[in-house]
């Protein structure tokens, strides 16, 4: 079934003092690319969470947010008593100088820049937290695969019933097109024959049935479209298969341009008034179509 690319998933994961929080959200890309917002140090992690998400989006660009509490956690920041000092005494001094009672809290001043530092965790820390990460990783993704599937089938749905009224569009075209040769054929000869009995004409004589036939060739030739049809047939179909595919997105987004070149071409082509309309919503439905698959993995 196919995947959508929109989705997210969250978890969260306890192992021995360590929690690890995972929010997991992806939205429509040509390639994959991952985001990963975490506090300094996870970068060690990276690698092996890149190659974990990988291993289960294949296209997308997905945002990955995470969060350790614990004896770890705990430890990442520390008071700069050093900042905290010099802040306080410039906020003294300035009091002292204009005459304003001195601060009796100093929680405004833990909040300026410098006063809480990240503390730089040792590598084999960060890179004791993996389990706890991996665990939770994978139940995120879990949680991401199951809404990218269920949107994916919505999508597929909403494709099949599209491609249906394509087919059924392209039915009505194919049993138009014979009718369509006999009345241009029709009015070609009566507005010859007007033409060529009016007073104005200099030698009044009916028109030949091999000067008919040789124009009525070249009509057909010119709006011929049995080309177009069995291709839009073809690539319908295989849009069918395609679909019960995990991640077809590249090779629906590249039949979706030809079956919009090939609805092109039969509108270009088209001289009879109900052609046009039909290729128009043929038109419609395709870009309907390129909508969709724009979403799926």
Same mark, same amino acid.
């Given at each position: 079934m196919s995947l959508s690319m929109t989705g997210c998933g969250e978890a969260m994961a306890t192992i021995g003092?360590?929690?690890?929080?995972?929010?997991?959200?992806?939205?429509? !890309?040509?390639?994959?690319?991952?985001?990963?917002?975490?506090?300094? @140090?996870?970068?060690?992690?990276?690698?092996?969470?890149?190659? *974990?998400?990988?291993?289960?989006?294949? &296209? @997308?660009?997905?945002?990955?947010?995470?969060d350790v509490s614990g004896p770890v956690a705990l430890a990442a920041k520390r008071l700069d008593a050093i900042q905290l000092d010099a802040y306080f005494d410039q906020v003294q001094d300035f009091c002292s100088r204009h005459d304003l009672p001195s601060p009796q809290t100093i929680d405004a001043i833990l909040g300026l820049p410098g006063v809480l530092a990240e503390k730089q965790q040792a590598g084999d820390e960060i890179l004791a937290l993996w389990p706890v990460v991996s665990k939770t990783l994978a139940e995120a993704l879990d949680r991401l695969d199951r809404m990218r599937r269920a949107e994916g089938e919505a999508m597929a749905c909403d494709l099949r019933s599209t491609c249906a009224e394509i087919a059924g569009l392209v039915t009505t075209i194919h049993a138009r097109v014979p009718a369509v040769v006999e009345e241009h054929a029709a009015r070609l000869l009566d507005r010859v024959n007007k033409l060529l009995d009016s007073p104005h004409a200099t030698t009044p004589h009916r028109l030949g049935e091999s000067d008919l036939a040789r124009e009525i060739a070249l009509l057909a030739d010119r709006s011929d479209i049995a080309e177009e049809l069995v291709r839009l047939k073809s690539h319908l *179909? #295989?849009?069918? &298969?395609?679909? !019960?595919? $995990?991640?077809?997105?590249?090779?629906?987004?590249?039949?979706?341009? $030809?079956? *919009? &070149? $090939?609805?092109?071409?039969?509108?270009?082509?088209?001289?009879?008034? #109900?052609? *046009?309309?039909?290729?128009?919503?043929?038109?419609?439905?395709?870009?309907?179509?390129?909508?969709?698959?724009?979403?799926? $993995?």
């Open positions: 003092q360590n929690t690890c929080r995972i929010e997991l959200r992806s939205v429509n !890309n040509r390639f994959f690319k991952l985001t990963l917002r975490a506090r300094e @140090g996870f970068a060690l992690l990276e690698p092996q969470i890149e190659a *974990a998400v990988k291993s289960r989006v294949r &296209r @997308g660009a997905v945002q990955l947010n995470i *179909a #295989q849009f069918d &298969r395609l679909l !019960n595919e $995990e991640s077809p997105g590249r090779s629906l987004d590249f039949l979706t341009q $030809e079956l *919009a &070149r $090939e609805a092109n071409t039969i509108a270009s082509k088209s001289l009879d008034i #109900q052609i *046009a309309h039909a290729a128009v919503e043929l038109k419609t439905r395709v870009e309907r179509l390129r909508e969709l698959v724009q979403n799926i $993995e």
